[in-house]
Structure formats: C-alpha cells, structure tokens
C-alpha cells in the first residue's frame, strides 16, 4: 500500500524526533524461525487478554468504592443500573477465568516443545512469576465484590498465609489478617489487584517479551529453513487466533451473568465456602492432609510445585529434541493434567448446587415484600371481606385508635367470620399504614397474600422470623427462597424430621391450595 | 535469507488484521463509552416532603426553609439537608426556589437591604420572582414544584426555567 507523500513526510518527520517508526519496523519485522506457527499464538492471547482485564478492570474502578460498606452495593450498581455494565464486569469476571486458561496452554506449549531449554531459562524464568501474578490477580479479585464468596475465600486464604512456617504471621500481618478479614485486608487486596499487581504484570511483560526477542522465538528442533518475518504472516495468525477467543468471551460476557451472591455475612453458618474453579485443585489437596500434616497440603506441597515449575530448565539440560521424542515431558502433562482434574472433579463432586451465585443480581424486593407476615395477611383479610367496596384503594379517615376501628369493623355489614386476632391485624395495618402496607394493599399478588393467611392461621411467627418479624427459635425465613426449592419445602412441610433431623418443626398437613400458596408466599420473601 | 510474502497474500493478511483489530477494539470502545456516558437506570424519583408550614412565611420576605429529602446517589440513597427560598406573593401564590445559582451553582442569599437575592460568587442578582437582574446568570432561578396541603408546604422536584435570551 503505497503512502501518499505528505503523510509520508509527517511520519518521517516525528520518526527523525522519536525513532517511533523505526522502533514499530524494529519490532513488526523481527525475524522468526520457519517452523513458527499456529502453535505460537498463546503468548499473544495472553497478553491480549491481559489488556482487556486492564481495560474493563478501569473502567469498573469508574463506579466501584472499594471499602466493605460500599463495594457489595457499587457492584450492584455497576451490574443493575448502568447501561452496559452487567458486559463491563461480564468480560472482567470471565476474561480472568480465560486469562488463566490461556496463560496455562502457553506455558504448557513451551514446557512440551521445551522451549525454555538454553539460552531461554530467563525467559522461562520471568513466565513463571507472570503465571504467579496471574493468580494473584484472581486471588485478590475475587475479594473485591464483598459477597460470602469473597469474603469466606479470603478468610480461608488467610488463614492458609498464616499456617505457613516462620513466615507465616508475618504473611498475615501484611494481608492486614490478624485480626480476621475486615477493612485493612480489604484495602490491601485492593491496592494489590490495582497498583502493585498491574504494575508488576507490565514490568514482568516487558522484560518477558525483550527476553523473547533477544533470544529469538524458539524454532523447531531441526529447523534450519529460510527465516520469515513477524509480520504479515504470524500477526495474522496471532490476530485470527485472538479473535476467535475474543469471541468466545463477549458472548460468553453477554450471556452468562457474572456472579454475585449475598452480602457478606461473618455469621452465616449456612453458606459452603468454595474458592474459584482454578483453586479448586488447592482446596482439594489441603483436604488430603489433616493434622499437624495440614500445612504441607496448605503450604509446602504447592510451593515445592512451584520450585519445580522454576527449575523445570535447570534440571533438563539435554539438547533440544523433537516435540514428539519428548515422552517425558508430555508424560509429566499428562500426569498433571489428570491430577488437576481428579482434584477439580472431587471437589466439585463436594460442591452443592450453588444456588446463591446469583442471589445478589435479583432485582430489589418490591414494597408489598418488605411488610411483615400479618400485615400482609391483613391484606387478604381486607380483600376477603370485600373493604374495597367501601374504601377503595385502602382509604380510611375517620377512626384513630384500634379499639375505634375494630368497632367499626364489628358493625360493617361486609366483615364476617374474622376472628378476634384477625380483626386486630387488620385494624393495627391502618393505624400504622406505613407506605410498604400501603403499597402491598393494592399491589401485593393474591397468591403470596393466600400464603400469608395460611402463615398466620398456622402460627408460623412462634418460631419463625420473616422480615425481622417474629421469633428465632427455628431458621429465619428470609432467604429461604436460595436454600430451598418448592419441593423440598413441600417435603418438609408433610415430614420435618425426614430432611432436617432433630427438628422440633411439628408436621403440616396442609390442603393442597394452602401447600401451593406458603410455599408461593416462602419463595417471595426477600433473599 | 528471508522468505518474501506474496503481495496478494500480504493484502488479504492486512486486510484481516486491521479489519478484526478494529472489530475487536470497537466491541471494546463502544461498551465502554456507553457504560460511562449513559446515565443510570432511572428508580423511583423523589416523593413530596414537607418544607415547612405557611406561617413561616412573610409577605414580600423570603424564607429559607432547611427540610430532609431523599436523594438517590449512585448505589446510596442518600437522606440529606437541603434548602430553598420560598416566597409568599401578593395572592396566596406560593414559590419555592432551588438554593443554587443558575450561574455556576454557588449558594446565593435574600439582601434584605435591596430586596434582591445576590449570589457571592459572581455577583449575579436575582429579584424576588426568579428574574435575573444582573450579572452573569444565564437564566432565572430554578424552581420546586410544590403545593400547600392545609397549612403545609410540601415540595417536589426541581423544574428546570427554561433560558431567556
């Protein structure tokens, strides 16, 4: 593509004042082995992956308040109400997962073809810290939405710092840990994830890259052939291979949502702590330890793996052999490959259906919601007895006092079979009439309105609490709606002791329309 | 020696390079710039709440009158102190303006002495019906919305004047 001259000279000029289109030249037509290929294109993607994390990673800083009072709510925020935000955090969220994945196959390429074999160790060297950075970018990530996921994986990680040797306190110190996880570990993982690790990763980069070129793309063994040029050809390759994983990642950013669970909560004895899938193999391995033995799943075994994975170009020093002689090396993949997955694949098997992930991204509860048991089973009294007629829309003006009201009710020719608990109910919702009741009156669904009724009629506020209304002898009930399904409602409704064990829940043999609607009111009070 | 590319290959691989490259940063650049110009999913917007009672007020005097309203600021929804200048005119007419400038936003105040708001910051006046009377006020003064329900003076959203050239 000729350049016409003007522009020509433009580039030239800033090229005598910058040497920036020469060093652009320098670099596009850098010289590579012929044998180079498809299957070098992992490094690039790693380092396109690491762009996208950086550019949505800043533009989530936009809108995110890193401190526990806020960051659980921003992050709703940024997925809820801001347009375009739920694709933002989408590509961060899963763009980390492809991040390791990808970092993963390059190392894996090179370790197979032996591509760290002399004079690349330091090359090798310099990837290794890169992987560990990798992983401390998830590690101190996954911390920052603040739900029970973050807050559980951090406390554990912690702890695990903490069990280390000698070091171990002081570790924990740093993480701002002794004192269990609160705002200082929270502000240091943060400042971590945004400044040290981003400005390590660029560091580590630069040097890994300058490495490669100093010493060349690694050819084939027995390639001898003409050498070619970076550029077209692997650019298009490296560009081609890029987009496909591109790809996969926006659509899988549009389609899946990122998850959020609850709101961190240091006394939620329910929730099963799990750290993300690519720490799944550690959380495995630490279980197979126990005891005094514990710290060498927690500690010493992973940190001998990473030695080993330092040393890899240390302790083979052969000459450089076809990919496919290399039995060794695929056989030490293949053996880590199987036991990754074997741990992942265990502690999956431990792992029950996550049903709180998204927990946080339901939208907020709506006002009729938020009231308490009787109050919308008040409701339903006033529906039944035909009210509206009268008071269309719940207007009352001239009782003041409960006694006044239930009077009036007494008389009123619509109210019948209300029993004497019922009519203080109804009359204490229009003595209060706060703005939830008053929205609940008109657009509370009947179904959860039946399944208040039936909640109250069976006296379920002697042992239970729904919004914050009743008495905790059993579970709270908000929420219920992640722990169990209908079924298991229904189950445990006809049979207590069946699913729970040792509860003191007497058995409910409702009709099958008061089954259906508790169960409709239990699965509409707010997580 | 160096392996040459055919030029025809040569076009196809540049052509493919710049064309996924601009796709891929478009896919990227576009998101990003929706996600922070466009405004925030709108929620329930602000209710009346009551400033004061008509018995505050003076004839031909503004007040200003302090009242709690709920803002919604990002992910907090805020309850905070806020203010506006109400003025009972000659026929039981209520108004009640924003406490800001129109200007540059400064907080200006009632001049008892000449019967005018002054705004301090850049000498903008204002007289008592909103007009502007000087200075660099690009429009006159803001006003509530609002309504008196007996003797109380309840105040809604602000209604933007529109600008007189």
């Known amino acids: 593509m000729p350049i016409p001259p003007k522009v020509r000279s433009i580039v030239d000029w800033i090229d005598h004042r910058t040497g920036l289109e020469t060093a652009i030249r320098d670099f596009l037509y850098e010289e590579i082995p012929e044998s180079s290929g498809w299957h070098q294109v992992f490094g690039s993607i790693a380092l396109f992956s690491f762009m996208v994390q950086a550019f949505t990673g800043i533009l989530l800083a936009f809108n995110y308040a890193p401190t526990p009072g806020d960051a659980y709510n921003s992050v709703r925020y940024i997925t809820l109400d801001l347009t375009g935000g739920a694709l933002v955090r989408g590509l961060h969220h899963w763009g980390a997962s492809l991040m390791i994945i990808v970092v993963v196959i390059h190392m894996t390429q090179v370790f197979i073809s032996g591509g760290y074999k002399k004079p690349r160790e330091a090359t090798w060297l310099a990837g290794c810290v890169l992987l560990l950075t990798t992983f401390a970018f998830g590690l101190t990530g996954y911390l920052l939405p603040w739900d029970n996921r973050a807050y559980w994986g951090t406390v554990v990680t912690t702890q695990i710092a903490a069990s280390a040797p000698v070091l171990g306190q002081y570790m924990q110190r740093l993480m701002g840990g002794s004192d269990g996880v609160g705002v200082v570990t929270f502000t240091r993982f943060y400042a971590m994830h945004v400044m040290i690790l981003p400005l390590s990763m660029i560091a580590l980069i630069g040097i890994h890259v300058y490495l490669v070129r100093k010493h060349g793309v690694a050819p084939v063994a027995g390639d001898v052939g003409p050498k070619k040029r970076f550029f077209p050809e692997q650019v298009f390759k490296d560009t081609l291979a890029i987009f496909a994983v591109f790809t996969v990642l926006f659509v899988l950013a549009l389609v899946a949502r990122a998850p959020l669970g609850r709101l961190a909560d240091p006394t939620d004895t329910s929730y099963i702590p799990r750290p993300e899938w690519y720490f799944l193999f550690l959380f495995q391995t630490l279980k197979l330890f126990e005891g005094p033995l514990e710290v060498v799943g927690a500690v010493i075994l992973p940190n001998l793996a990473i030695l080993a994975l330092f040393l890899v170009p240390f302790i083979d020093r052969g000459r450089a052999i076809k990919t496919a002689q290399r039995t060794v090396a695929i056989g030490v993949v293949v053996l880590a490959g199987l036991a990754w997955a074997g741990l992942t694949a265990a502690a999956i098997r431990s792992t029950p259906a996550a049903m709180e992930d998204t927990a946080g991204l339901e939208p907020d509860a709506e006002p009729w919601q938020l009231v308490a048991p009787s109050e919308l089973a008040a409701v339903g009294y006033f529906r039944m007895q035909n009210c509206g007629k009268c008071h269309a829309g719940g207007k009352v003006t001239t009782h003041k006092t409960s006694e006044e009201l239930i009077a009036h009710f007494k008389q009123a020719t619509t109210v019948t079979q209300l029993s004497d608990s019922q009519l203080k109910a109804l009359a204490n919702v229009f003595i209060k009439m706060n703005p939830n009741a008053a929205a609940a009156l008109l657009s509370a669904p009947q179904p959860a309105v039946d399944g208040a009724m039936v909640y109250e009629k069976s006296h379920c506020g002697i042992c239970h609490q729904v919004n914050g209304v009743g008495v905790k002898l059993g579970p709270e009930l908000n929420g219920v709606a992640l722990r169990r399904n209908r079924d298991w409602l229904i189950q445990h409704f006809l049979d207590p002791q069946r699913l729970s064990p040792g509860s003191t829940m007497p058995r409910y043999r409702f009709s099958p329309k008061d089954m259906e609607a508790i169960v409709a009111y239990l699965h509409k009070v707010p997580n | ?165």
């Not at chain 2, 710049?18 to 990003?32: E, Q």
């Not at chain 2, 302090?66 to 102190?81: A, I, N, P, Q």
């Not at chain 2, 909103?130 to 429009?139: E, F, H, I, L, M």
Request: glycine fraction near 10%.
């Open chain 2, 1 to 165: 020696m160096i392996q040459q590319t055919n030029p025809n290959r040569r076009t196809f691989y540049l052509t493919v390079i710049y064309g996924l490259g601009g796709l891929m940063s478009a896919a990227l650049a576009i998101p990003g710039a929706v996600y922070l110009l466009f405004p925030p999913r709108v929620k329930k917007s602000g209710d009346w709440v009551e400033a004061g009672d008509v018995s505050q007020l003076k004839d031909q005097e503004p007040s200003e009158l302090v009242f709690k309203r709920t803002r919604l600021d990002g992910w907090r929804t805020l309850t905070e102190k806020t203010s506006a200048w109400v003025v009972k005119g000659g026929g039981q007419q209520i108004t009640a303006f924003a406490p800001q400038c129109t200007h540059l936003g400064c907080a200006y105040h009632w001049d008892a002495g000449n019967k005018d708001f002054l705004c301090p910051c850049h000498t903008s006046v204002f007289s008592m019906d909103g007009k502007v009377v000087s200075g660099p006020a690009p429009r006159p003064l803001d006003e509530y919305e609002v309504k008196v329900q007996g003797t109380k003076i309840l105040i809604g959203s602000i209604k933007k004047a529109p600008i007189v050239s």
